[in-house]
């Protein structure tokens, strides 16, 4: 396979993995970032980013000269025969995506980029954003290609090198074709389509997944209202060849860097153009709606039916928005300790992601704290927001000595009910019926 000289322009997430997968097959790739300090440390093998594979990754594309870091666009594409630009899109005030720094690129690179070359947009756009750039382009000597990224914080590696699918959208067949290319050492089907095809599967798929999560938010709701177990109709409902099992899980609400951007994003697009999507809308609210139906949850559990929490010590167990990722952009943990703030209560907070010394990041009503049994001490109740594996093998005994009340409130329904009933603790899930303590705890 004849290897390509890259360029990927933004060191965040994506650009991240993409340079150093696309590197670890065979590539030459050059990186770039505004911040020197940052080039600096990735230069050094320093990854800042905790996910799975990664750092092992990016040592190994600086140890085999096939990747390295620099500061600036333009540094990065001389040369280079396809560009990917992954810089941030965040939601602008009226909801959608917010191209400036996209733009800023474009027009930064346009004269530099080497003729029949391919400049890619790998940062999740709106549709007609390859037509977009193409004008501001101005040069017909170069392809332009939607190429979206489908990866999951904490697995995003795997998902790069073992997708389900890789999806290339442009009007120029050769360009197209130069982008499969890359991906040939990739065990996984190629969906070759127009640009703005491919730019509404990334917005499609997300909000789809929205949409499956707060149905399944909603029905575990209804199963705590008919005395029915969410489990046990989630289990029947996955295997179903047409639903799939991925996605049933309940929780706290879905968050994240891409399906809160990405369903408002939709929704603004669908809005601009006069396409009514209350599908998409309905996931939205659902979702919003989710933390406050915990936090009524927590203060009748706490003994107030009115909904305050005023002077209530409440501890929580993590705050990223899921676990194997220290990402909390949106993260329904702090939504629902947010609301929890709101109605008075004391907040302590642990997360194996986010110590003590990134407390500055959290509202201030957080006090965070590096012992998850800390958390506990003197709490009238105990929230598990994020699935961390470590929270399954916590001293119950010695929780259930240090909570003021016997309340544990599993919001993903990720702890064993038996273990923590054996330790006097009440267990309260989500979508089913809440265990009792065991008599015979001591």
């Not at 650009?15 to 505004?34: F, P």
């Not at 389509?193 to 997944?209: H, I, Q, R, W």
């Amino acid at each position: 396979m004849h290897r390509h000289t890259i360029a990927v322009i933004g060191t965040g997430y994506v650009g991240l993995t993409a340079g150093a997968c696309l590197a670890s097959l065979g590539h030459r790739v050059v990186c770039a970032d505004l911040d020197p300090v940052k080039v600096a440390e990735l230069n050094r093998g320093d990854v800042r980013i905790l996910e799975e594979g990664l750092p092992e990754l990016v040592r190994a594309g600086l140890d085999a000269g096939r990747l390295r870091f620099v500061v600036g666009a333009a540094d990065a594409v001389r040369g280079a025969r396809t560009v990917f630009i992954c810089v941030g899109t965040p939601t602008g005030p009226d909801g959608s995506a917010d191209l400036t720094a996209v733009d800023a690129v474009v027009e930064e690179i346009r004269t530099l980029l080497e003729p029949d070359s391919v400049l890619v947009t790998k940062s999740t756009v709106p549709v007609g954003t390859a037509a977009r750039v193409t004008a501001a382009l101005g040069r017909p000597d170069v392809g332009v290609v939607s190429n979206p990224e489908f990866l999951r914080e904490g697995t995003s590696v795997a998902d790069f090198l073992q997708p389900d699918r890789v999806v290339i959208g442009s009007a120029s067949p050769w360009a197209a074709a130069q982008v499969a290319e890359l991906y040939a050492g990739v065990d996984a089907p190629v969906v070759i389509a127009d640009a703005a095809s491919a730019e509404v599967v990334k917005y499609a798929a997300n909000c789809f997944l929205a949409v499956k999560l707060s149905y399944v938010n909603t029905l575990a709701e209804l199963c705590e209202e008919v005395g029915a177990d969410i489990g046990r109709v989630t289990a029947a409902l996955g295997q179903d060849h047409r639903i799939g099992g991925a996605f049933l899980r309940p929780g706290p609400g879905w968050g994240g860097s891409c399906l809160p951007k990405d369903t408002r994003a939709l929704l603004g697009t669908a809005d601009a153009l006069g396409v009514d999507f209350p599908l998409v809308r309905a996931a939205i609210d659902s979702n919003a709606r989710q933390r406050t139906r915990i936090a009524d949850r927590i203060a009748r559990l706490c003994g107030d039916e009115d909904g305050s929490l005023a002077g209530v010590r409440i501890g929580l167990l993590g705050l990223t928005f899921k676990a194997g990722t220290d990402d909390l952009r949106d993260s329904p943990a702090l939504a629902l300790a947010v609301e929890l703030a709101g109605r008075g209560a004391e907040l302590t907070a642990h997360d194996p992601a986010v110590p003590a010394t990134r407390h500055t990041e959290l509202p201030a009503e957080i006090n965070v704290v590096d012992d998850p049994h800390q958390a506990a001490k003197g709490a009238s109740a105990l929230v598990l927001c994020t699935e961390w594996p470590l929270y399954r093998g916590l001293d119950w005994p010695r929780i259930a000595a240090d909570l003021h009340h016997p309340v544990v409130v599993d919001t993903r329904n990720h702890l064993d009910p038996d273990a923590l009933s054996a330790a006097g603790l009440a267990w309260h899930g989500t979508g089913t019926s809440p265990v009792e303590p065991a008599l015979t705890a001591v």
